[in-house]
């Protein structure tokens, strides 16, 4: 005789049972889309509804409550490799889940978006999320109405480009070109006498028109700056720094990246010179400059930055 022999109980067409009012008024409303608990004579909400208060034994009451429909994770269990009586062919999650507004959690499936089978569970997930129910279109007051809950949005990543043309005044031309050929160059202010960069054609502190260029060295001091953890195509890793950095001779810091040294040692006050493309690779274009690194000299002192942060 065989050892594993398989059997199967099945009801043919169906088990059919009477639900009662409870627990009917709870299914009748899945079919509308909306979910119900019932108040317990303590006060308490319970979702599902029971005909009984599970602490005292006593008929809940006849008062229904509208919960939900968003609710929160209280546990949770990883399937990586779903079996073929699973709602999903993919690895997803059971979690209790407590509707807003109930006192009592339900058991659902919640569909995290992982596709690959045996894949670990994502980092997100954890007790304590914020989910909200998918609805079939339809629905007929069984639980199977909601087909699964699905984490709230919380982040998006959109891809973002905006395509523009800038048609450069004479100063800007003027930069350009310069950086076209190597060069860093800046207008001089009659008034105050600083050296601002990128070129422009009047200062913005006195409003006078500036017409004396000078040339400014690739080397400067970094003033002041901030690590970036969300990933850059121009930076060399993430995390990684952008800062700004007050060339040798100027009046103004200019925006850029740096680079060379690992983000949590980057401070201010510290000494830099411009990493510039292949020259190949150059045209008139500020990205002539892959970003600045440090050079051995000493930090500049904060007393003489301070006035440029």
Known sequence: MPSDVNHVVEFPGGYTRSVGPVIGRFLSELRDGRLVGVRTGGGRV????TEYDPDTGDDVTDEFVEVGPVGTV??????AHPA????????????????DGADTALVHALDVGVFDAGAEPPKFLKTGMRVRPKWRA??????????CFLPEVTMINPQARLEYRLSGGRALRRYLEGMSRGRILGNRCPVCEAVIVPMKETCPRDGVPMTEEVELPDVGTLTTYAVNNI??????????VSGYVLLDGAGVPILTLVAGIPADQ???GMRVKAEWRPREEWDA?????????????PDVPFDEIKDYL
Do not use: C, Q, Y
């Open 46 to 49: 319970l979702v599902p509804p």
């Open 74 to 79: 209280t546990t949770w269990s990883w399937v």
């Open 84 to 99: 073929k009586e699973h709602p999903f062919d993919r690895p997803f999650a059971w979690a209790l889940i407590r509707p």
């Open 138 to 147: 339809e629905r007929t007051g069984t639980i199977g109405d909601i087909e």
């Open 231 to 240: 990933p850059d195509p121009r930076a060399p890793e993430v995390p990684f």
């Open 266 to 268: 980057v401070r201010m």
């Open 285 to 297: 274009s500020v990205h002539n400059i892959k970003w600045f690194a440090p050079i051995d000299e």
